[in-house]
């Protein structure tokens, strides 16, 4: 393996990264939410406050379209279910032919 496939592995590993950063948001920001909703911790906590708007601000326009098109169930939001089964599909399945089709494509192979 040349340096263009150096190039596309990482280009590969970056990706597959940031996807499981958002999915680590998205499990995040639902247990935040669960802690607040149960009040287990509250709002007043600067630290707290900030890092749930940080989260809410990451996840929120990756939940926003699944939450056009899928109504809360008995009170209860399954869109960060979905979007965490979406994200994993994506990684799984999507994610490692792209990689492999960057590799070909740096490395120059046909």
Known sequence: MGIGGGIAGFIYFLVDQLFFLLWL???LSAVLSWLFAFDVINHRN??????ASFLDSIVSPVLAP????????GGID?????????????RSYLLPPFGAALVTLFSGGV
């Open 25 to 27: 948001a998205i499990i």
């Open 46 to 51: 600067r630290f707290v406050s900030q890092l």
């Open 66 to 73: 699944l939450r056009r098109f899928i109504p809360p169930l």
């Open 78 to 90: 399954v869109t960060p279910i979905i979007a965490l089964l979406i994200i994993s599909g994506v």
